[in-house]
C-alpha cells in the first residue's frame, strides 16, 4: 500500500493550494478516503472525508466553505482544494486510507506573508 502526498508548499494568506494524494495496493474504488491535519504542538484533526462514491461527509468549521475534497478514481488520486488559507491552517497535511488502516507520509503547508 502507498499513499503519496504532493501540492504543499508556502502560500500567503488568502491564497490557494491543492494537494493531491495518489493511491496504489489496494482497490481505491472501494475505499473512503479522508484527509487529517497536524499543526506543531496539536494533534491530528479531521479536516475532510469522501465515500467512495465521491460524497462528501462534511467538514469541519474550522475549514468549512473554504476547503473541498474531490477524488478521481479512474486515477487512484483523492484531492484537497484549499481556498482563502489563514495561518492557522498552517500544518502538515496526511492522507489517509481508513479501509487498509494506512497513512500517507504527509505534505507541508505553511501559510505565511
Known amino acids: 500500500v502507498q499513499l503519496v502526498e504532493s501540492g504543499g508548499g508556502l502560500v500567503q494568506p488568502g491564497g490557494s493550494l491543492r494537494l493531491s494524494c495518489a493511491a496504489s495496493?489496494?482497490?481505491?474504488?472501494?475505499?473512503?478516503m479522508s484527509w487529517y491535519r497536524q499543526a506543531p504542538g496539536k494533534g491530528r484533526e479531521l479536516v475532510a472525508s469522501i465515500t467512495r462514491y465521491g460524497v462528501s461527509a462534511g467538514y469541519p468549521g474550522s475549514v468549512k466553505g473554504r476547503f473541498t475534497i474531490s477524488r478521481d478514481n479512474a486515477k487512484n488520486t483523492v484531492y484537497l482544494q484549499m481556498n482563502s488559507l489563514k495561518s492557522e491552517d498552517t500544518a502538515v497535511y496526511y492522507c489517509?486510507?481508513?479501509?487498509?488502516?494506512?497513512w500517507g507520509q504527509g505534505t507541508q503547508v505553511t501559510v505565511s506573508s
Open positions: 495496493g489496494f482497490t481505491f474504488s472501494s475505499a473512503d
Open positions: 489517509y486510507a481508513p479501509y487498509v488502516n494506512y
